[in-house]
């Protein structure tokens, strides 16, 4: 074979790096657009664009800690079919995070990457490549832990899009209560447990967790009832704190009034590490547990047979104490076997499977 002149083997050179330039080119699809789907935030309109969990209309009418953690994208998605090999996503904090502040992308339901935001600055971030070019079905999850603005998604420049596929029901679950279900322990936002179950199930979802301040005050729970759910999970854990039964007791009557035949599922406080080693501590977590229960058994005597009570114990109890972040909050690990243990009540509830 003729080996190649030093005029043709810079030809081939130029010819590789053109190609390579080329191939490396990604098309920047800017957010909001119809090709991105955004899931879970369904006050973002209302927003102008900010990825709040409640309306800012509602910020003057409800506590000041349940606004301040309202502003966190948790359970916000972005959801798009495409052929692309990579992907990537151009955002900005709105502060320095102070906590890991991750997204995190599935395709096809299994996890295929993430990256961190750090300080204040716009920055794109690489999530996957070298996928191969078939069509995949890709689930962006933003931060549960802080506050972002995403600008952009990038797609190989020759990429095609198309919407992705329906979930199983058009109605999501709607999460409402402590950090617990927040997901404050958790580092990645696609393993808080109501992430977890809805993927699992292949449902939408609407996480309304914050953190220390699920106290069912009627303001919030007007909000959460404004949304047409599939079923309701109510986590208000420790953060319900020394109330009596009155304000969860109306929360319950208030979403079956707007919801008659929605399933609710009431769930006691899990395990905590500090239970054994506080007296007082331990006496909170009882009471809480026993006060929830009673509630919602007395709907379920009165005939409300689809207010369901699920016992935090059996979620997570002291055998997974080796899966805790902290005290209070289950980590990643923990956040998954909450949600693989809630998969099956729901699925039968809700799916109607056995």
Known sequence: MKPLSKFSFLVFVLWACVVACSAAEVRWVSFPDAQLE????PWYRENGGEL??????????????????????????IRLSSTTSRLSIR??????????????????????????????????????????????????????????????????????????????????IVCYGSSVLQGTGATHPAKTYPAVLARRLNLDFVNLGFGGAGKAEPAVVSLVNQLDACCYIFDLGK????????????????????????????????????????AAYLEKSVRLRNMMRDAANERRKAGDEFTFVVEGLDLFGEPDKKLFHDPQHPNDEGNELIGGRLVPLVEKVVLGKR
């Open 91 to 172: 955002v900005q904090p709105s502060s320095s995070p102070s906590k890991p502040c991750f997204i995190d992308a599935y395709v096809d339901d299994t996890y295929a990457g993430s990256a961190r935001a750090t300080g204040t600055g716009v920055a794109d971030l690489v999530l996957f490549e070298g996928k191969g070019r078939e069509w995949k079905n890709i689930t962006l999850y933003l931060p549960n832990n802080g506050e972002i603005r995403v600008q952009a998604v990038g797609l190989d420049s020759d990429a095609e899009v198309r919407p992705p596929p329906a979930f199983a029901l058009p109605r999501p």
């Open 52 to 77: 709040w969990r409640f309306p800012q209309a509602s910020k003057a009418q409800i506590p000041k800690g349940v606004w301040n953690r309202a502003v966190a994208s948790d359970g916000g998605r």
């Open 38 to 41: 955004l899931r879970g935030l």
């Open 239 to 278: 953060s319900y704190g020394n109330q009596d039964e009155k304000p969860f007791v109306a929360m319950l009557a208030a979403i079956r009034a707007a919801r008659p035949r929605v399933p609710i599922f009431c769930v006691t406080p899990i395990y905590s590490t500090n239970e054994p080693k506080d």
